[in-house]
Structures are given as C-alpha cells and as structure tokens.
Nanobody
Framework: QARLVESGGELVQAGGSLRLSCAAS????????MGWFRQAPGKEREFVAA????????RYAESLKGRFTISRDNAKNTVFLQMNSLKPEDTAVYYC?????????????????WGQGTLVTVSS
C-alpha cells in the first residue's frame, strides 16, 4: 500500500523559512515524479512545484519562483519543499503527491497518490 507522509508544517512569522518533507513508502519511489500542492481555506488545491524521477528537472508555479525549491533524495524515498521569504498568503495545507512516470505534472488529476497534508501558517 503506497503511503505519503508530509511533515514540517508549523506556525512561522512572515519572512521566515520552512522545509517540508514527504516520506514515501509502499511504492518504487524512483519510478514516480513528485509534486507539491497547497490548499488555502475556501480555495481550490493549487500546484506549487514538481520534479522528475531523478530530480534533474523541476517546475514551479509562476508566483512562487525564486522563493520555493523542490528537491528529492531517492535513497531516502523523500521529497522536500524549501520555502523562503514566507508570506501570509502562503498559509495553506501543503500536500505531496506521486505521479507514475517521468513527466512534470501540474494537474491534480495527474497524480496517483497523495499525502494527508501538513499545515503551514504564516503570521504577519
């Protein structure tokens, strides 16, 4: 049974940084492209970042470029999201997801497995 478990979300002041982690189990991690999405209260889930199986290619939501960085460690079956210069509008539940194959995917429908999410709250 595939399982994705996010961690690292917490309350942080505006301008601060957080590093989210997503540990995968029950799947051949290196066969999956990985992505991060977020969902703020009352809003739809939106794409944040994605990376290919090797981590060699990445893609970001335009509004987040330069502040967020996605990376992965295939030896540890873990994907990361480094978030810098956080703003109150970054407050959301952050989800990691796995898409079989090596294509950068930005749609929620492209992803097969999802974690339960981790809450990031940015105070002003």
């Amino acid at each position: 049974q595939a399982r994705l478990v996010e961690s690292g979300g917490e309350l942080v002041q505006a301008g601060g940084s957080l590093r989210l982690s997503c540990a995968a189990s029950g799947l051949s991690f290196r066969l999956y492209a990985m992505g991060w999405f977020r969902q703020a209260p009352g809003k739809e889930r939106e794409f944040v970042a994605a990376t290919t199986r090797s981590g060699g290619s990445t893609r970001y939501a335009e509004s987040l470029k330069g502040r967020f960085t996605i990376s992965r460690d295939n030896a540890k079956n873990t994907v990361f999201l480094q978030m810098n210069s956080l703003k109150p509008e970054d407050t959301a539940v952050y989800y990691c997801a796995a898409a079989f194959g090596d294509r950068i995917a930005i749609g929620t429908h492209d992803y097969l497995y999802w974690g339960q999410g981790t809450l990031v709250t940015v105070s002003s």
